[in-house]
């Protein structure tokens, strides 16, 4: 299940910086076309354009009129798509809460492995099948504790990974599109 939902993550990042892409080629597009078309206007011999040139220069203008409005649109639509400043807040505060937990169960663990040595060293054989049945549990819970914290850390790390490109996108997309609405620009696991 987890791993779908990354899946679907992924999917729905490559979809968006695909379409930041398309929106860049275009925008880039289309101000070349009207520095051209600003450059090289069609004049004919008395230095007046021709009608047909202003109707096609009109209708270039209002191509491009209606291509930045819809780009806009899309632009806005990308942006709300996005994580919200309450979701990025969330984010932070579930990676500090599985930080604050794998570090109470490795300090547990530490603790289990101290309480487990000193006793396997004041344990004598005398101490009989209880004894060694007790040491055989303690070191069952002792590895469930370990695998525990291994599972923790790893999501931690990928919380945190994800963090770092959803960063990376967000400074990307700031790069090329100028700052997001009422976003935080800190967003470092730490820094905010």
Same mark, same amino acid.
């Given at each position: 299940?987890?791993?779908?939902?990354?899946?679907?993550?992924?999917?729905?990042?490559?979809?968006?910086?695909?379409?930041?892409?398309?929106?860049?080629?275009?925008?880039? +597009? %289309?101000?070349?076309?009207? *520095? &051209? !078309?600003? @450059?090289?206007? /069609?004049?004919?011999?008395?230095?007046?354009? $021709?009608?047909?040139?202003?109707?096609?220069?009109?209708?270039?203008?209002? +191509? %491009?009129?209606?291509?930045? *409005? &819809? !780009?806009? @649109?899309?632009? /806005?639509?990308?942006?709300?798509?996005?994580? $919200?400043?309450?979701?990025?807040?969330?984010?932070?505060?579930?990676?500090?809460? %599985?930080?604050?937990?794998?570090? &109470?169960?490795?300090?547990?663990?530490?603790?289990?492995?101290?309480?487990?040595? $000193?006793?396997?060293?004041?344990?004598?054989?005398?101490?009989?099948?209880?004894?060694?049945?007790?040491?055989?549990?303690?070191?069952?819970?002792?590895?469930?504790?370990?695998?525990?914290?291994?599972?923790?850390?790893?999501?931690?790390?990928?919380?945190?990974?994800?963090?770092?490109?959803?960063?990376?996108?967000?400074?990307?997309?700031?790069?090329?599109?100028?700052?997001?609405?009422?976003?935080?620009?800190?967003?470092?696991?730490?820094?905010?």
């Amino acid at each position: 299940m987890k791993k779908h939902e990354e899946q679907l993550q992924r999917e729905r990042e490559r979809s968006f910086h695909q379409q930041i892409e398309n929106m860049s080629e275009e925008v880039s +597009k %289309l101000e070349l076309e009207n *520095r &051209e !078309l600003r @450059e090289n206007p /069609s004049i004919d011999t008395n230095g007046e354009a $021709s009608a047909e040139v202003v109707r096609e220069w009109e209708d270039k203008c209002a +191509k %491009l009129q209606h291509r930045v *409005r &819809e !780009l806009k @649109e899309a632009n /806005s639509k990308l942006k709300e798509s996005r994580f $919200s400043k309450a979701d990025m807040k969330a984010l932070v505060k579930e990676v500090e809460n %599985l930080t604050s937990q794998m570090l &109470e169960k490795d300090m547990q663990l530490q603790a289990l492995r101290k309480r487990e040595a $000193s006793r396997l060293k004041s344990s004598t054989t005398s101490a009989g099948a209880t004894g060694s049945r007790r040491s055989k549990d303690l070191l069952i819970a002792l590895q469930e504790k370990e695998d525990k914290i291994m599972v923790l850390n790893d999501h931690l790390t990928g919380l945190m990974t994800e963090n770092m490109r959803l960063q990376h996108s967000t400074e990307q997309y700031v790069v090329q599109y100028g700052p997001l609405d009422d976003a935080t620009t800190n967003g470092v696991i730490g820094n905010s």
